[in-house]
């Protein structure tokens, strides 16, 4: 697991520390969700969990790994795989194919090992057929991947993104997403930074963080529903969630913990049968509605 007790730490540059006792425990195989306003301190304490930065005082052990021996940050780096807000910062090589070797070839691995890590990585993100591209050329979302595509080259046992889909469109957004999603599934733990909304519902716990804290460490569903500690904050809650309490005060009676589609389609599809007021003309829409005439 991944356990942090107590950190502090504060820059140089800063009058006051930007991490306060933070204390956090991540299991192998969870998918975890950071969030919190700009400036909170989220990058910061992800930098910690592979010893980019080290705190000032407290600890953070990987697997009984401490971050402050410095004899321990090569193996607990090819443990922890960081994905940056930009992935330009990240690109090294002058191909796909070179620039998802680089790690592995960095800790000495045979020829044969780092093309077969190589492979599996491409493939696993997607992006097999762009091996002799340069990664200048490749879009945004291409890029995140195949920076995605380079700390899975590793074989890491976390994956920590900051805010990967910061800079993408929706399309590519999703993608991005749906790859994540899916290395979790295949037993990757992943502590994900970001903003988006979609993201953080497909994770099992949130934590929100402010001024150096963590202020919420709860399922989604949970964290959603403290609007009165989120909107102050200045962070939104996701759409459908919007949705399902626009529909509540409409008069349905649809629960509350609904975060995705999917979610929200059988819930309402469900509260329809339930009734039994659906009508070819309105496709029941009118038990959902009452006071709305059918057009």
């Not at 005082?57 to 780096?77: F, H, Y």
């Not at 000495?108 to 050329?137: C, D, F, Q, S, Y």
């Not at 990967?164 to 037993?187: I, K």
């Amino acid at each position: 697991m991944i356990r942090t007790e107590k950190i502090l730490f504060q820059y140089e540059s800063t009058s006051s520390p930007v991490l306060r006792d933070i204390s956090l425990k991540i299991e192998e195989g969870e998918y975890i969700s950071i969030m919190g306003a700009n400036g909170c301190g989220k990058t910061t304490l992800i930098r910690h969990l592979n010893g980019l930065l080290i705190p000032w005082s407290g600890s953070v052990m990987i697997d009984g790994l401490s971050t402050s021996e410095p004899g321990a940050l090569s193996e607990i780096r090819q443990r922890v795989g960081m994905v940056f807000q930009n992935p330009d910062s990240q690109i090294v090589g002058m191909s796909v194919e070179e620039d998802v070797a680089f790690g592995p070839g960095n800790i000495g691995l045979p020829p044969h090992e780092i093309r077969e890590r190589v492979r599996n990585a491409v493939e696993k993100v997607g992006i097999g057929g762009l091996l002799k591209r340069n990664p200048h050329t490749l879009s945004s979302g291409e890029k995140q991947l195949l920076a995605i595509a380079g700390a899975l080259a590793m074989r890491p046992r976390y994956l920590v993104l900051d805010e990967p889909t910061a800079y993408l469109d929706p399309s590519m957004t999703r993608q991005v997403l749906d790859v994540v999603r899916r290395l979790h599934d295949e037993g990757i733990t992943l502590i994900h930074v970001t903003h988006d909304m979609d993201g953080i519902v497909s994770s099992q716990r949130v934590v929100v963080m402010n001024e150096g804290r963590i202020i919420l460490d709860d399922s989604p569903a949970r964290v959603f529903n403290r609007v009165d500690i989120l909107r102050p904050l200045g962070l939104g809650i996701p759409r459908i969630k919007e949705l399902m309490q626009h529909l509540r005060r409409m008069g349905t009676d649809v629960r509350q913990d609904i975060l995705t589609i999917d979610e929200a389609c059988e819930e309402i599809l469900s509260l329809l049968d339930s009734q039994n007021k659906i009508t070819k003309r309105s496709a029941g829409w009118t038990s959902l509605f009452p006071d709305r005439p059918v057009e």
